[in-house]
C-alpha cells in the first residue's frame, strides 16, 4: 500500500522568513494531496491540497509543489508569523477517500 | 467552519470491556471516517462508512472493530472486546464528497485500555 515519507520532524524558523516542508510518497496511483495543520490539543484543519493535474498550486503564503516523477510534494510558507506554529501533516490518496499521512512535522516560527 | 464533534474527549477502558466511540459528523456529509493514531506515530486509516455500508476497511480494523450510523444518529466505532494495543487516539473524520477540502476531522478521542 501506500506509504508516506514526511522528511523533517522538527523545524524551527524566525519570524518572517520562510519555511520548507518536504514529502515523498511511493504509490504512482496517488492524485491527490492535503496538507493539514494541527495545534495543540485542536483537530486537523485542511490548510491547502494540490491534485496530480498540477504542479503548483498557490494560496496567500501558502504554495505547494508537486514532482510527480520524483514522487514527492512540498509545502512552502512564505513569511512566516507566529500563528503558523503548529504540526504540519502531509497525506497522499489515490481515492480521494482514504488518506495515507506521513508523521508530521512540528514547525516553531520565532518571534 | 463546521465542525465534527466526538465524545467522549478521554476514555479509561479495562481490557477486555467494550468502548463505543461516538462522531456526530458534519450535517450534510455523507462520507465517514474513522482514523487511528498511536502515540507519536502518524495517522493511519481504518475505516470508511457511505450509505450505510463499509466500503474499505485496513488491516488494523479488526473483527473486534464494528461501525454504524443509525438512522442519520452519531457514526460510531465500537470495539468489543477491548486489547492492550487499541490504545490511540481514534480521529473520526467525514466529508460531502471523496478526495475535497471539505474532509474535516473531530478533535480525536483518547482511549486508554488498562
Known amino acids: 500500500g501506500e506509504k508516506v515519507e514526511q522528511h523533517e520532524s522538527t523545524l524551527s524558523v524566525r519570524e518572517g522568513d520562510s519555511a520548507v516542508i518536504n514529502c515523498t510518497y511511493t504509490?504512482?496511483?496517488?492524485?491527490?494531496f492535503p496538507w493539514y495543520k494541527q495545534e495543540a490539543g485542536k483537530s486537523l484543519h485542511f490548510v491547502i491540497d494540490?491534485?496530480?493535474?498540477?504542479d503548483r498550486k498557490q494560496s496567500q503564503r501558502l504554495t505547494v509543489l508537486l514532482d510527480k516523477k520524483a514522487k514527492r510534494f512540498s509545502l512552502h510558507i512564505t513569511a512566516t508569523q507566529p500563528e503558523d506554529s503548529a504540526i504540519y501533516f502531509c497525506?497522499?490518496?489515490?481515492?480521494?477517500?482514504?488518506?495515507?499521512f506521513g508523521t508530521g512535522t512540528s514547525l516553531l516560527v520565532d518571534p | 467552519g463546521p465542525k465534527v464533534l466526538q465524545i467522549p474527549s478521554h476514555q479509561i477502558i479495562d481490557m477486555g470491556q467494550m468502548v463505543t466511540l461516538n462522531c456526530d459528523p458534519v450535517s450534510n456529509h455523507l462520507y465517514f471516517y474513522w482514523y487511528k493514531q498511536i502515540l507519536g506515530q502518524q495517522m493511519e486509516f481504518l475505516v470508511n462508512f457511505y450509505n450505510g455500508k463499509v466500503m474499505e476497511k485496513s488491516k488494523l480494523f479488526k473483527d473486534q472493530f464494528s461501525v454504524e450510523r443509525p438512522d442519520g444518529s452519531y457514526f460510531t466505532l465500537k470495539i468489543q472486546p477491548t486489547a492492550l494495543e487499541d490504545s490511540a487516539v481514534y480521529f473520526c473524520?467525514?466529508?460531502?464528497?471523496?478526495?475535497?477540502?471539505?474532509?474535516?476531522f473531530g478533535s480525536g478521542t483518547r482511549l486508554l485500555v488498562i
Open positions: 497525506a497522499a490518496s489515490n481515492m480521494g477517500y482514504k488518506l495515507t
Open positions: 494540490i491534485r496530480s493535474n498540477v
Open positions: 473524520a467525514s466529508s460531502l464528497v471523496q478526495g475535497d477540502s471539505d474532509y474535516t
Open positions: 504509490d504512482t496511483a496517488s492524485s491527490y
